[in-house]
């Protein structure tokens, strides 16, 4: 009985594997032609000084919308668009429109907000970003101060020469590089110190249970004071509460994003809210 179950779960198995890839190359497909026809919306989510309770930046965070209405969040595509060697051709069309998006609002009196941007590790790859960074500012009228890069830990741990003079190169413009997701990977603070990042964003899953899980007190604390001896400023990331903001601010950090103040928006509504 035993041994029969077990062959009927391997066939069982089998078909759905098929059809999971059947409709893996089936988002391929729809991805590239996405890709192609620039058929993606930039979501922003405002980044606030936790002291005066003003914007001081907002992050591009990238949808893809379906046709019956729906959206298809970034987890599911990014990786998708980087093993189908399209995520250089996405990834710059989002630099070029960020930084249209904050010289708009720059415009419209928010004189010194700054626009960061999701990074892929493979976005290095072609030895191209710095150019496409400079044209994106150049169109946009944007001088390179207003432009943060959000990176994630591990292509830090990544010691690729190209790589590192690519950052430079990018710092030496003037625009500023983050660490996004900090304390997930397996990076240590005085490693990236090299890179010259100037912000580190501390993931949210030490952030979320600040106020009911004493444990992440003393590691946030230490995230925080540990950056700022290094000159680094400190963005927590998904603050949902009033209680864990005061509890942040009294660590020392000055910069926090999350529910609490708002979830990503559109250009609409976040044009609209920074009106106000
Ligand atoms: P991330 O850069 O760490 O962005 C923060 C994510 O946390 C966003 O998810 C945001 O919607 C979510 N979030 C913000 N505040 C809260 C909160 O208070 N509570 C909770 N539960 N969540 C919050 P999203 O938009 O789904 O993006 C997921 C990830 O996709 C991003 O993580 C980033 O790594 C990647 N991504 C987004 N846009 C781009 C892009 O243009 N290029 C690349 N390469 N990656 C992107
Ligand atoms: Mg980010
Ligand atoms: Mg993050
Ligand atoms: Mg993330």
Known sequence: KAK??????????????DAHSEERFTLLQKLRSAVANKDFELYYQPIIDLHTGRTASVEALLRWPQSDGSMIGPDKFIPLAESAGVINTLGSWVIAQACLFCASQRERG???LRIAVNISALQFNDGMLKSYVEEALATAKLPPEALELELTESLFLNESSA???????????GITISIDDFGTGYSNLAYLRKFNASTLKIDRSFIHPL???????????????????????????GIEDEATKQ????MGCQLG????????????????????
Not at 4 to 17: K, L, M, V
Request: net charge negative.
């Open 4 to 17: 029969s179950d077990g062959r009927n779960t391997y066939c069982f198995y089998a078909p759905e594997q």
């Open 211 to 237: 106020t009911s899980d004493d444990n992440d007190v003393p590691l946030v604390q230490a995230m925080i004071t540990m950056a700022s001896s290094l000159g680094m400023h400190t963005i927590a990331e």
């Open 163 to 173: 790589i590192l003079q690519q950052l430079s190169a990018l710092t030496d413009m």
């Open 247 to 250: 509890m942040l601010i009294e």
């Open 110 to 112: 928010h004189s010194d």
């Open 257 to 276: 994003q999350g529910y609490h103040w708002s979830k990503p928006l559109n250009e609409q509504e976040i044009t609209d809210k920074l009106r106000n």
